[in-house]
């Protein structure tokens, strides 16, 4: 099993990235997915979800901003961040619990992939 995460770079506030997490061993679609984030000095945070049936769910900070979509076909998961603002700043990480086809209810990320570092400039 593993995640590999891209689609991390440097923008303006106001701006827009796609995260990418592609994954290697096991179908995306069965499972319970997670973006997370966490900043320098922070404590990690859940940013978004999305499970086998295609249910999604955002942190308070980020609805109406971010995304989580998957390509079936290209066994990915997406992050589309729009509206980019400076504390958006964090190393990205994708996430997959490997026991629950649903998020809710609690989920037990055992898999992470390596991050992917994304920058907003104001």
């Known amino acids: 099993v593993q995640l590999v995460e891209s689609g991390g770079g440097s923008v303006q506030a106001g701006g827009s990235l796609r995260l990418s997490c592609a994954a290697y061993?096991?179908?995306?679609?069965?499972?319970?997915m997670g973006w997370f984030r966490q900043a320098p000095g922070k404590e990690r945070e859940g940013v978004a979800s999305?499970?086998?049936?295609?249910?999604?769910s955002y942190a308070d900070s980020v609805k109406g901003r971010f995304t989580i979509s998957q390509d079936n076909a290209k066994n990915t998961v997406y992050l589309q961040m729009n509206s980019l603002k400076p504390e958006d700043s964090a190393m990205y990480y994708c996430?997959?619990?490997?026991?629950?086809?649903?998020?809710?209810?609690?989920?037990?990320?055992?898999?992470w992939g390596q991050g992917t570092q994304v920058t907003v400039s104001s």
């Open positions: 061993g096991y179908p995306v679609n069965h499972y319970c």
């Open positions: 996430a997959a619990d490997l026991v629950r086809a649903y998020c809710s209810g609690g989920a037990d990320f055992g898999y």
């Open positions: 999305i499970d086998s049936a295609g249910s999604t």
